[in-house]
């Protein structure tokens, strides 16, 4: 059993009280209506059902399979990148915010720093790991970050329609 010692939600501005799903909130003129939430272990096989729980909570909304994409991208950045990799968890967060689709994954931090997107050489001969961000970047309508090393935020926005 995981403790939440591996976990520790960052404190922000734009985060959702507990148990808001029936509570909307607003954030300047976007009004935040959380779908649904769900904490998964820090384990690699868990990104898989990060992706169908996404997919579940979006339905059949013209985002959905970018916002499974990007999640699956982020939810492996989580398990690879941070605590939540070692023995501990991450949370998925699905949003109506205005009129976009708005994922959150919740890790619990790390010592690299904040994430950020990262160039490869386009000449190399193998291709390397951390492309991840960088599909986010290209896909995403907006995305950023919160937190620090116990405990990070990254989300993404998709339009609606």
């Known amino acids: 059993m995981t ?3 591996h976990f520790t939600r960052p404190a922000r501005p734009d985060a ?7 509570t909307p909130r607003s954030d300047g003129d976007r009004a935040w209506t959380l779908l649904m939430r ?3 272990a820090g384990l690699p096989e868990q990104v898989g059902q990060a ?3 996404v997919a579940l ?3 059949d909304r013209a985002a959905a399979e970018q916002a499974v994409l990007l999640t699956s991208e982020l939810a492996t950045n989580a398990v690879q990148h941070t605590g939540s990799g070692a023995d501990g968890f991450f949370e998925v967060s699905v949003y109506l915010v205005g009129g976009s689709l708005r994922v959150e994954v919740a890790d619990a931090g790390g010592t690299a720093g ?3 997107v990262r160039r490869p050489d ?7 790991g951390g492309r991840g961000l960088a599909i986010v970047e290209l896909c995403a309508a907006r995305w950023g970050q919160s937190g620090d090393a116990s405990g990070r935020v ?3 926005e998709l339009p609606q329609d």
Request: hydrophobic letters at 40%; proline letters at 16%.
């Open 3 to 5: 403790d939440d010692k």
């Open 16 to 22: 959702a009280p507990p148990g808001s799903a029936a």
């Open 38 to 40: 769900r904490r998964f």
């Open 51 to 53: 992706r169908r729980f």
């Open 57 to 59: 909570a979006v339905g």
């Open 114 to 116: 904040a994430p950020r």
């Open 122 to 128: 386009p000449d190399a001969e193998q291709l390397p």
């Open 154 to 156: 990254v989300w993404f």
